[in-house]
Nanobody
Framework: QVRLVESGGGLVQAGGSLRLSCAAS????????MAWFRQAPGKEREFVAAVWWSSGSTVYADSVKGRFTISRDNAKNTVYLQMNSLKPEDTAVYVC??????????????WGQGTQVTVSS
């Protein structure tokens, strides 16, 4: 069974940086796509970024392009989200997700529990 465990959230000042990690286990992920979503209080869940495990290709939401970087470490079965130039509007619970690579970009089968990111102004 696929298990996704996030870590790395916390409180940071505006303009600061954080790196989130998502440790994946339970299967081979070579033909999977991994993604980060976020959900702020009172708002719907929002796509942030995705990476195709085999190729390393990436895609980003416009709101984070140029500030966030998604990457994966095949040896550690871990996906990262490096977040720079953080803004108060980035405050949310960040959740890791995975699915087989040919599913639509916003459709995922497996989800982690999430990690809180709070950006103070």
């Amino acid at each position: 069974q696929v298990r996704l465990v996030e870590s790395g959230g916390g409180l940071v000042q505006a303009g600061g940086s954080l790196r989130l990690s998502c440790a994946a286990s339970g299967r081979t992920f070579s033909n999977y796509r991994m993604a980060w979503f976020r959900q702020a209080p009172g708002k719907e869940r929002e796509f942030v970024a995705a990476v195709w495990w085999s190729s390393g290709s990436t895609v980003y939401a416009d709101s984070v392009k140029g500030r966030f970087t998604i990457s994966r470490d095949n040896a550690k079965n871990t996906v990262y989200l490096q977040m720079n130039s953080l803004k108060p509007e980035d405050t949310a619970v960040y959740v890791c997700a995975s699915t087989i690579m040919y599913r639509p970009l916003y459709d995922y089968d497996y989800w982690g529990q999430g990690t809180q990111v709070t950006v103070s102004s």
